[in-house]
């Protein structure tokens, strides 16, 4: 496919009051039918406290429809404080999350009073083979971002290696790079590259962390870089990849371009994918049946910054999928059936729902991240899957898509998420059900179009 590059500056942004991300999102395409219609919407309980500021869109993360299937966009949103600048911004302060905290609220660390946003070293632990984050574009500062990142933050120092998914590679998946060498910079994609390292080595300090840079943002090349990075991963020994990144579905997605996220390499490799950031619809490759779908959520904390809980985040995505349907005859080469059957006993033989777990998205309550040289506060659903693979590769379940002697391919993940749904003392000690707000569908007991089966709790179940 041709390469075609984003243009390369965060300055060039949409501003959006970050109110409107707590009333309806913009979907990417209409609802199917039999999806969830859109639902009022239930304010987060009273003792909340809402940051003020706004919300700036990098271009990397603009939703063109005419890319479904040909070029994928960042699902990252930047929260600007009211009254402080951009460059000014620096961890010092209780309103967005710290690793200590997002460890705490989500089980993962230790506990300590209200899981405040603090800098005291009380960081999630664990971490096995190697995390992959498959991003497009090159980070000349990747490595030093991470590292300040890393000191800062007092969190061991990462094992981390940078791949460039060039055409020395050769063809994979039928598929030739678009690049013989370094591609080009991209600053959107660059933070989404600081973002993904840094929170899938917060969550899992003890893994791998592999960066593989796909030469542009093309299905092309990104799903040659998703080769790539499973090649490395099982070279670790497994472990998981992540992908922050995505597009409307489109007819073409059932079948070879599903094959990338579990035919090539699957031996202990976990894929996930960010549900999308605009509201009630599906998103690919989120919507594949082969992968974990991060979904989003608002933690929700007072006016000392307690944490209180968590609601669905407005802008999370998730819905029917258009084109995952069930296969009748089974056709393990064309969508959902037998072998991806984790959501049979909520929807029987329908369409794939998306998500399946959710994680902290809200730019309102989101991440700081450390880019070139300067601290961000970024949200979106590019959060939740590096967070969520990291969850999951600490709790050292080394599940993957098929056993490790071989036999049929399965769904491990979703298969144990799905499996403690309807498990009442194990969902309830492993899982947060979010019950209130709404993407559009609303968020409510169990499962969910916004939220999926909820937040995890802990790395039991994972």
């Not at 949409?14 to 199917?32: I, K």
């Not at 590259?193 to 969550?203: F, G, R, V, Y």
């Not at 049929?408 to 979010?434: I, M, P, R, W």
């Amino acid at each position: 496919m041709k390469r075609r590059s984003c243009r390369s500056t965060i300055a060039i942004a949409v501003l959006v009051m970050a109110s409107l991300t707590f009333g309806a999102a913009q979907d990417e395409r209409t609802p199917g039918a039999g999806e969830a219609q859109a639902a009022p919407y239930q304010a987060p309980p009273a003792a909340a406290v809402r940051q003020q500021g706004s919300v700036i869109i990098p271009d990397s993360s603009v939703a063109r429809p005419e890319d479904a299937g040909k070029f994928a966009h960042t699902f990252l949103k930047i929260f600007a404080p009211a009254g402080r600048p951009m460059a000014s911004i620096s961890p010092d302060n209780t309103f967005a999350e710290y690793p200590a905290s997002i460890a705490c609220v989500y089980g993962v660390g230790p506990k300590y009073a209200g899981c405040v946003p603090a800098n005291n070293g009380k960081h999630a632990t664990g971490g096995w083979g190697a995390i992959a984050l498959v991003d497009a574009f090159d980070t000349p500062t990747a490595q030093a971002d991470l590292d300040f990142f890393d000191t800062f933050f007092g969190l061991p120092k990462a094992k981390f290696t940078k791949v460039i998914a060039d055409s020395s590679f050769g063809t994979l998946g039928g598929l030739v790079a678009s690049c013989s060498g370094t591609p080009p910079t991209n600053s959107g994609w660059g933070l989404e590259t600081a973002l993904d390292i840094e929170w899938a080595h917060a969550m899992a300090p003890s893994a791998k962390i592999i960066l593989v840079e796909a030469c542009s943002n093309s299905y092309n090349d990104l799903l040659y870089a998703e080769a790539v990075a499973g090649i490395k991963v099982y070279a670790a020994g497994g472990g998981d990849i992540s992908n922050s990144w995505g597009s409307g579905e489109f007819s073409g997605e059932v079948g070879t371009t599903d094959d990338f996220f579990y035919r090539y390499y699957w031996q202990n490799v976990t894929y996930f994918a960010s549900a999308g950031d605009a509201g009630l619809g599906a998103a690919y490759p989120s919507s594949s049946p082969w992968v974990v779908s991060a979904g989003g959520t608002t933690i929700n904390r007072d006016a000392s910054a307690n944490f209180l809980n968590e609601s669905c985040w407005a802008g999370s995505g998730g819905g029917v999928s258009a084109f995952e349907v069930w296969q009748n005859p089974p056709n393990i080469l064309n969508g959902m059936g037998p072998w991806s059957d984790y959501q049979y006993e909520l929807f029987g033989q329908g369409a794939r729902q998306t998500p399946d777990i959710s994680f902290d998205a809200d730019p309102a309550s989101g991440v700081w991240v450390r880019y070139n040289g300067s601290w961000y506060v970024v949200g979106g659903t590019s959060v939740s899957s590096p967070a969520l693979a990291g969850i999951v590769n600490a709790s050292g379940q080394k599940l993957g898509q098929a056993p490790p002697a071989g036999g049929f391919y399965h769904t491990g993940e979703n298969n144990l998420l799905y499996s403690q749904l309807n498990a009442v003392a194990a969902y309830k000690k492993n899982f947060y059900d979010v019950t209130t707000g709404s993407n559009g569908a609303a968020a409510g007991p169990g499962y969910d179009n916004c939220t999926g089966i909820g937040s995890p709790r802990g790395k039991l179940g994972k």
